[in-house]
T-cell receptor, first 113, second 113 residues
Framework: GENVEQHPSTLSVQEGDSAVIKCTYS??????FPWYKQELGKGPQLIID?????GEKKDQRIAVTLNKTAKHFSLHITETQPEDSAVYFC????????????FGQGTTLQVKP | DAGITQSPRHKVTETGTPVTLRCHQT?????MYWYRQDPGHGLRLIHY???????DKGEVSDGYSVSRSKTEDFLLTLESATSSQTSVYFC????????????FGEGSRLTVL
């Protein structure tokens, strides 16, 4: 079935360094790839997304890249800050055209001051 | 913040008892989803709804049922709770059918003893 694999499961960086989280997906019909950030005790919130007709998208310190041929996409956070510490989820749309998303397993990012 | 309210936020129950979780939205969005979050598994879709009385199964629907009699309410029922259903449950809503942002509630933590 449809699957999204996310790595690493945990990531620790020093404040100011960059962080990269990678995801691969199985459904070649997927065309929408959002990233969600979840802070402790809260629901996930969308931070950036990319569609299949775009290879890269940037929003201030965060960027997402997509390689449709290889079926993988990545989240890049530059100049990390302690408030970036959270759990990050990647997701991919399904081919069923119902708005359903398949999520990765999540990455716990810790930014050390 | 999107107007999504989940209730109860915390519940402890015993194996074999029925449990109903409620999701209430004030956004008038058509699409509603129930996810469960477990360590190492990310967010997995249980059931979703694409309109009043229109629902369908997700990845992990066994042991769960849903109902949507009004646009604003989406109920998740565990007919006979088991320990494997101990989890954090998130409701999400979406305005669009494909490639749209999901807005999540704050979550309902369920413990089945």
């Amino acid at each position: 079935g449809e699957n999204v694999e996310q790595h690493p499961s945990t990531l620790s960086v020093q404040e100011g360094d960059s962080a990269v989280i990678k995801c691969t997906y199985s459904d070649s019909a997927s065309n929408y790839f959002p990233w969600y950030k979840q802070e402790l005790g809260k629901g996930p919130q969308l931070i950036i997304d990319i569609r299949s007709n775009v290879g890269e998208k940037k929003d201030q310190r965060i960027a997402v890249t997509l390689n449709k041929t290889a079926k993988h996409f990545s989240l890049h956070i530059t100049e990390t800050q302690p408030e970036d510490s959270a759990v990050y989820f990647c997701a991919a749309s399904t081919s069923s055209n119902t708005g359903k998303l398949i999520f990765g397993q999540g990455t716990t990012l810790q930014v050390k001051p | 913040d999107a107007g999504i309210t989940q209730s109860p936020r915390h519940k402890v129950t015993e194996t074999g008892t029925p449990v109903t979780l409620r999701c209430h939205q004030t956004e008038n969005h058509r699409y509603m989803y129930w996810y469960r979050q477990d360590p190492g598994h990310g967010l997995r879709l249980i059931h979703y709804s694409y309109g009043v009385k229109d629902t369908d199964k997700g990845e992990v629907s066994d042991g769960y049922s849903v109902s949507r009699s009004k646009t604003e309410d989406f109920l998740l029922t565990l007919e006979s709770a088991t320990s494997s259903q101990t989890s954090v449950y998130f409701c999400a809503i979406s305005k669009t059918q494909e490639g749209g942002e999901l807005f999540f509630g704050e979550g309902s933590r369920l413990t089945v003893l």
